[in-house]
C-alpha cells in the first residue's frame, strides 16, 4: 500500500489485487487496474528476489506451503516497525489516510 501513494484508484486495485476474480476485473475502472497490475509487479518481484526466496526457504520447516505468505507477513511487520527508515509520514497517519481513500472507493466499511 505504501507504494500507491495518494492515488485513490491505484490504492483500491492494489488492495483487492490478491481477492478479485478474472471475470470481475472485466467490470472495474481502468485506473483501479493499474493498481491490480501494480501489485502483481510487486509480487513477482519479490517472488524473484533472492533474499526473498531464502527467507521463504528459512520459514519452510515450520511453515511448509504457507510459507511464502508468513515472509509476506514478516515484512509488513518489520516495515511497521522500522516505518520512519522508508516513510516520512507517521505511520498512524498513513494507516488514516488509507482507510479514507478505501472507503471512499467503497472497498470495506469500518
Known amino acids: 500500500m505504501l ?32 493498481g491490480i497490475e501494480l501489485h502483481k509487479k510487486i509480487d513477482r518481484f519479490t517472488d524473484e ?24 507477513i514478516l515484512f509488513d ?3 511497521t516497525i522500522h516505518w520512519a527508515r522508508y516513510s516520512p509520514e507517521n505511520i498512524h497517519t498513513f494507516i488514516e489516510r488509507t482507510y479514507t481513500m478505501l472507503e471512499s472507493k467503497k472497498i470495506f466499511s469500518l
Not at 533474499?51 to 515450520?62: M, Y
Open 3 to 34: 507504494l500507491s501513494c495518494t492515488d485513490a484508484d491505484l490504492l483500491a486495485g492494489n488492495f483487492m489485487a490478491d481477492f478479485i476474480t478474472n471475470k470481475d476485473k472485466k467490470l472495474l475502472d481502468p485506473n483501479i487496474m493499474q
Open 49 to 72: 528476489h533472492d533474499e526473498v526466496r531464502a527467507a521463504i526457504r528459512l520459514l519452510h520447516p515450520t511453515q511448509g506451503k504457507y510459507a511464502p505468505v508468513t515472509t509476506d
Open 77 to 79: 511487520h518489520f516495515l
